[in-house]
């Protein structure tokens, strides 16, 4: 079979945006495909992702045909897309992002999209060029964080954690630079846009750097010299899931696709090898994965 990739350039997902800000209240329900037909070759599932290039979504997709079920893989180049396509019926479905992500995008773009199944959880590590440990890295010494907002805060608790920092009133899912204790913190840091920080690695004491892009900076999981602990219940918010629209949680084809991915074994050992052997497959029930969006989203709404 034929590999379908579709790729949605950022002036596309601009459009959607501009559209979503004079909608009056979700279009012409004429226009909308009928769900029965979702997932036929006429009308395959488009479920958007970053990085479609990854050898495991053709293995996925391959997956799916064979349980009867087509699917067309629609690639963004950055973060900020996938999700305004899905409301916008761009997409039937996304995987890119965890909990934290999605109730953050939620809040602040007054969304409802929900999550129906779970991949994995990628601990967020510490890496430096130049420091085999963090007690090697010298007071004073700069460190680089992603710039967006949940794995910015991620980073900040990782980097406090190994005693790199103190955060204002102990840090939390939505820490920023800002909380950064100065006169208690070992290092300086700097924010950075996510898929800029492997490159800027030389530059810098230590960096926190994203699992989709270790292998470009020419670094794996296990060169992290501090990471967070996936085990700890208060990792949740940190997994990674699949999300749709409000409407569509029960939609048995949707569902049926997120059964595919974590149980088909040429999947799983795709992903791992994409994310540098760092993936931690989890099976958690949607309804733990939504209350935990809920919880997540009310911490939001009072941080902001």
Request: proline share 5%; glycine share 8%; charged share 25%.
């Amino acid at each position: 079979m034929a590999f379908r990739i579709r790729t949605l350039a950022p002036l596309a997902v601009v459009g959607l945006l501009a559209v979503a800000g004079c909608a009056s209240g979700g279009g012409d329900a004429a226009e909308e495909p009928a769900a029965e037909t979702r997932g036929t070759e006429a009308d395959p599932v488009q479920l958007g992702v970053v990085g479609a290039s990854e050898p495991y979504w053709a293995v996925f997709e391959a997956a799916a045909e064979e349980e009867g079920i087509y699917v067309d893989i629609v690639d963004f180049t950055e973060y900020t897309q996938p999700n305004p396509a899905l409301s916008e019926g761009e997409l039937d479905i996304n995987q890119f992002q965890h909990i934290l992500y999605l109730a953050d995008y939620n809040v602040s773009a007054g969304d409802d999209l929900q999550p129906i199944g779970s991949t994995a959880i990628y601990p967020l590590g510490l890496y430096s060029d130049k420091y085999d440990s963090v007690e090697d890295i010298p007071e004073g010494e700069t460190v680089i964080v992603p710039n967006d907002t949940t794995n910015q805060a991620r980073g900040l608790l990782v980097l406090q954690s190994a005693g790199l920092i103190e955060l204002k009133d102990g840090g939390s899912p939505f820490s920023t630079l800002e909380d950064v204790v100065e006169d208690e913190s070992r290092v300086k840091v700097e924010g950075l846009d996510a898929s800029l920080i492997g490159t800027s690695l030389p530059d810098v004491a230590a960096a926190i750097i994203n699992n989709d892009f270790l292998e470009n900076a020419g670094l794996t999981g296990e060169d992290a010299i501090a990471s967070d602990d996936p085990s700890d219940p208060s990792a949740l918010p940190y997994v990674n899931i699949f999300a749709t629209r409000a409407e569509d949680v029960d939609d048995e084809v949707l569902n049926k696709l997120v059964e595919i991915y974590q149980t088909n074994q040429d999947v799983l050992d795709g992903a791992q090898e994409s994310a540098s052997g760092t993936a931690e497959f989890v099976q958690t029930p949607k309804e733990e994965l939504q209350a935990s969006l809920e919880e997540v989203q009310e911490q939001a709404q009072s941080a902001g």
